[in-house]
């Protein structure tokens, strides 16, 4: 290091009179007890390029000399202060997956989702103990590592070991927290499972975050000796020791939409196939299912969400189920669906996380503590959550669903955790009829194993039945063929000499399934509808819809209908045309809009057994 330690106290005394005069002063004279002064990395980089480099690569001494240095700085009142320097701003983010032993003992920046937080506890940072013997009071700073250290002997008497008892008040104490972020939905490429790491903080940045949030943090990472049943190994954990939390703002955006890109974006909004088009560049693999994939299309847009007079909130999301046989692509549309959402996240009712889908209290397999964890819809919040196998998914998972899907936040009251987390997420579910495939002599909506409160929430639910049907048939397994070795071909050719590629005419055949519209062109135009379209219905669209909400409830006034219509279908209905005029970046929900959702929503209802 090229820097003294004298010159480095000096250097940000100077620093910090120069930039944070103001704040220090205004720290000095505040009486909250805690007290932190927040550095932006920027200005050190103004300052002393050399002083930011030694920050990030040495940053627990640098950061000593920053708050060795804060007492030295000259303010107009006489008092004296001690503070947490806490820098924020820090550049070049690094993702959980990079990190490596390069990075140990280095400041670093990290973004991600809360998915776990244990209770904000004490913890000893300075022990004070007296000997048994002589009344000596002894202190022993204790490491972050969460090994309690004792002191041995005594100055009274260096031969005989020591008996000691812990001062409390003597001792010094923190507030500590640890924090399980994961890597974001959109920082993974398709498929990847998101990594996670486990980040200490303490005193004023312990207790600010909740599971499901997204947050920067900026800390140095350190290292554990493993323990395993041999005593130490040589592997070894890393963890981030937090210096700073920076909560990303609701506008955050992670994608990045350049001015060319919105031109695109408009004048494909013009295309007069832009329905179609946005239609077939749903799973384009997978044969069929149009009106799944209009849904689906629909869904990925959302409707607007209300916020009426009184307080309520009215969600803009649209959920979706799925009911089929198995081996009919169910799995793979939600695959396809969560790489191309932004923010789109997969589960499956059968192994979800200990969190479950929603969230839960759980206890931490480290040191039995109460934690609370974020489940896929709280992870998907402003996203999809596509559910696989939601018939077969816990009791709990169940139950917590109401809430989940029309509230859209779940509330966690357990072992002493007290929490409401957000899940303003699309619910995109797929299940298997209660026998595992559909029995044609039996009525369709007794098949669906899930009671009726929880499929009233869906907007659309789709029965998908494998029935053959040699044309349908055929067409599938020339699909399924075409896209299994179109790609594949095409790279074995590059290999092949010409003269060796036979039947050019076959292969030309095979060409790949390509979407009308590519995935991340589509990601981006969802995301700039989201952010700029928010239609509003016209008069005549309304009257239509209201006109068609009477005649589904009188047809639904029967005894046997297997769903109750209620005002639950219309608020979908709005959701859906909503979802529709954004399809086109258009402000004004128009009739036509209303129509093509009355279409879906029959074909729905019809399927599920109503006519
Ligand atoms: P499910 O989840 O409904 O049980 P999967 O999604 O696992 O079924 O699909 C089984 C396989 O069959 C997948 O490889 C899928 O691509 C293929 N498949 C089934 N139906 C179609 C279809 N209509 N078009 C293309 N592929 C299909
Ligand atoms: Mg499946």
Same mark, same amino acid.
């Given at each position: ?147 309690? &250290?004792? +002191? @041995?002997?005594?100055?009274?008497? !260096?031969? /005989? ?5 812990? %001062? $409390? ?112 560049? &749903?799973? +384009? @693999?997978?044969?069929?299912?149009? !009106?799944? /994939? ?5 869904? %990925? $847009? ?310």
């Amino acid at each position: 290091m090229g820097v003294s330690v004298v010159s480095s106290v000096q250097k940000w005394k100077e620093f910090l009179t120069r930039y944070y005069k103001n704040s220090i002063h205004q720290l000095a004279v505040s009486d909250s007890k805690t007290k932190s002064l927040i550095v932006e990395f920027p200005d050190l980089i103004n300052f002393d390029v050399r002083l930011a480099e030694a920050l990030i690569s040495n940053p627990g001494e640098v950061l000593k000399h920053a708050e060795d240095a804060l007492p030295l700085v000259d303010l107009p009142v006489k008092k004296q202060i001690s503070a947490y320097i806490r820098v924020v701003k820090v550049p070049k983010k690094t993702q959980v997956r990079d990190l490596r032993s390069e990075h140990i003992n280095t400041m670093i920046s990290i973004d991600g989702t809360v998915r776990k937080i244990t209770d904000v506890r004490p913890r000893i940072v300075e022990a004070a103990f007296e000997c048994a013997r002589c009344g000596q009071i002894t202190y022993i700073p204790q490491e972050g590592t969460g090994k309690f &250290i004792e +002191p @041995s002997y005594c100055v009274c008497n !260096e031969e /005989k070991k020591g008996v000691f008892r812990l %001062l $409390f008040k003597e001792s010094r104490f923190e507030d500590y927290q640890r924090i399980k972020i994961q890597e974001s939905p959109e920082d993974l490429k398709g498929g990847e499972q998101p990594q996670t790491l486990d980040i200490n903080v303490s005193n004023d940045i312990a207790g600010i975050v909740t599971p499901g949030e997204r947050i920067i943090v900026n800390g140095i990472l350190r290292s554990a000796q493993k323990i395993n049943k041999d005593g130490k190994s040589t592997y070894f954990d890393i963890y981030l020791d937090g210096n700073s939390l920076e909560q990303e703002q609701q506008e955050f955006d992670e994608l990045e939409i350049s001015p060319e890109e919105e031109e695109t974006i408009l004048k494909l909004s013009r295309d007069p196939r832009i329905y179609t088009k946005m239609v077939n560049s &749903i799973a +384009p @693999s997978i044969y069929g299912y149009s !009106e799944v /994939k209009e849904a689906i299309a629909l869904q %990925l $847009f959302s409707g607007i969400p209300k916020h009426l007079p009184d307080g309520t909130r009215i969600r803009g999301d649209i959920h979706i189920l799925l009911v089929g046989d198995p081996g009919i692509a169910k799995s793979q549309i939600l695959r396809y669906v969560v790489k191309l959402a932004p923010r789109g996240v997969y589960a499956s009712g059968k192994s979800a996380s200990s969190a479950g889908l929603t969230a839960a209290a759980v206890k931490d397999e480290f040191d039995g503590s109460w934690t609370l964890e974020a489940g896929a819809l709280v992870l998907a919040d402003k996203g999809v959550a596509a559910v696989d196998e939601m018939d077969k998914m816990k009791n709990e998972d169940r139950s917590s669903l109401h809430e989940a899907m029309e509230q859209q936040s779940i509330s966690v009251a357990k072992a002493g955790i007290m929490a409401t987390l957000k899940c303003r997420c699309s619910l995109l579910g797929a299940a298997n009829p209660k026998l595992g495939r559909f029995d044609p002599f039996e009525s369709i909506p007794e098949q669906i194993n899930m009671p009726p409160s929880l499929m009233s929430r869906f907007d659309l639910i789709f029965i998908l039945q494998d029935k053959p049907e040699e044309r349908r048939d055929q067409n599938i397994a020339t699909h399924i063929l075409k896209s299994h070795y179109a790609g594949e071909l095409n790279e074995h050719r590059k290999n092949i000499p010409t003269s060796h590629v036979r039947e050019e005419s076959v292969l030309d055949a095979m060409k790949p399934i390509q979407p009308e519209i590519t995935a991340q062109l589509l990601r981006k135009y969802i995301a700039y509808a989201k952010r700029k379209v928010f239609p509003i219905m016209r008069e005549d669209a309304k009257e239509r819809i209201i006109k068609f909400y009477l005649e589904l409830r009188k047809q639904g006034e029967g005894d046997n209908a297997p769903i109750a219509v209620t005002a639950r279908q219309l608020e979908g209905l709005v959701r859906l045309a909503e979802a529709s005029a954004r399809m086109r970046l258009e402000d004004e929900v128009t009739i036509d809009d209303v129509e093509k959702t009355i279409d879906i929503v029959m074909t729905s209802l019809k399927q599920v057994g109503m006519d």
